[in-house]
């Protein structure tokens, strides 16, 4: 069955430096950029040039190294931002200027002090001024996960008229419910008259812990493109996690849908984010985590040994990890102990190993975790002669 493609806009060096702390230098953003493209990200999402001169020159000299993905800058709804945006994607062989309002009434109300015409007349004045800069405009409704849908529909489809190729749908609070934010991509897809020129894009954050959800919700009801950070890192509780997203359309080829990213580098890509961000990954972090493929109870262990997919629906090499990890605990059975045994260099009879067992349970319950020297020591402790082969 052929597949769609789902776009792949990573904007860690934007949204996700602005976690607090996270602050990259100009050469770590670039380190970080040249792996996003290799790693094959469709869309880097360089930074907000108009922020900062740092920023500025973050994405002119990011626009001069990237050979494959688009380089996008971020913008408000401003003449200035775009003007300074598109000065520093010159160098860009593929520019995006990335342009945007809120749309939902809070915003409007509180923030702009304004109203919906008023909203819909900046927006088209934003995207028909970027679109005299480069061909490729994205257009972010901030907020839409609480914007009315008829109002949002009347936003991205004058957008889509002043020349909007990407429709940026953010659930920027994280509000939204995975059945809700589809619907809204549906209603997008089924009342935008244009929508067919423009890409549709999912921007969720993890306010509830539903931005991979919401992403999937997305592209499953007609958004192609979703807009995430390695290790889900971000603003708050973060952004859709980049690596999560992918694994799950390739674990679902009957979604028909697929992406151009090369998961066997995910892992190292991970680490190397963490590294120069200074924000370690949590261990039970889906697909990256250090104990994501790691099995300390007994019956998992038993399963995993006789047959990986027992306990496991990814393969560790499809991600860029090793192998699986049995992880010696108190809760361990006799056939992970028999396994890393073996590793250490004894081949235990079962009658060797039934005695060895009760002696690995009193030095597992003083320990978080036994080790592979430890074992050695466990079998010295026996009264039996085990022989190293």
């Known amino acids: 069955m052929s597949k769609d493609k789902v776009q792949i806009f990573d904007t860690t060096l934007r949204d996700g430096e602005q976690v607090p702390g996270c602050k990259l230098d100009a050469e770590q953003k670039l380190v970080i950029a040249e792996r996003l493209d290799n790693l094959g990200v469709d869309i880097i999402e360089a930074g907000f040039p108009v922020s900062s001169p740092g920023d500025f020159n973050s994405v002119f000299e990011i626009s001069k190294l990237i050979k494959n993905a688009t380089v996008c800058g971020l913008t408000r709804a401003v003449k200035k931002d775009i003007e300074v945006a598109a000065e520093a994607l010159k160098p860009a062989l593929r520019p995006r200027i990335h342009t945007g309002i809120g749309t939902s009434d809070s915003h409007i109300k509180y923030k702009f002090n304004s109203n919906r015409d008023a909203i819909i007349e900046r927006a088209v004045a934003a995207v028909s001024y970027a679109k005299t800069f480069v061909e490729d405009v994205e257009f972010y409704a901030e907020d839409a996960g609480r914007t ?22 953010p659930d920027t609070t994280g509000y939204c419910l995975p059945e809700e934010y589809g619907a809204k991509i549906r209603y997008l897809k089924e009342n935008v008259k244009g929508i067919h020129k423009a890409v549709l894009s999912c921007h969720c954050h993890n306010d509830l812990g539903l931005a991979t959800a919401n992403s999937i919700a997305g592209v499953v ?37 697929d992406t151009n990213i090369n998961s066997k580098l995910l892992y190292s890509t991970s680490q190397m984010v963490s590294q120069k961000m200074g924000m370690m ?29 027992t306990y496991e629906i990814i393969d560790p090499a499809d991600v860029g990890v090793n192998e699986s990890s049995i992880i010696l605990t108190a809760r361990s059975g006799r056939a992970a102990l028999a396994y890393r045994a073996k590793i250490v260099g004894y081949e235990l009879t079962k009658i060797q190993l039934d005695t060895v067992y009760q002696e690995f349970l009193k030095y597992a319950d003083t320990r978080k975790e036994v080790m592979d020297e430890d ?15």
């Open 148 to 169: 009315n849908n008829e109002f949002l529909a009347r936003v991205c489809e004058a957008a889509v008229a002043a020349g909007a190729t990407v429709l940026n749908i």
């Open 221 to 257: 009801n007609g958004a192609r493109q979703i807009e995430c950070t390695i290790n889900g890192i971000g603003e708050r509780a973060g952004n859709t996690s980049l690596e999560e997203v992918v694994m799950i359309l390739r674990q679902h080829p009957n979604l028909g849908l």
């Open 281 to 309: 990954v949590q261990p039970n972090k889906a697909i990256v985590g250090a104990n994501a493929f790691a099995h300390s109870s007994g019956i998992h262990q038993d399963g995993v040994i006789k047959n990986r997919e």
């Open 375 to 389: 074992i050695h020591e466990i079998i010295a402790l026996t009264d039996i002669a085990i022989e190293k082969v």
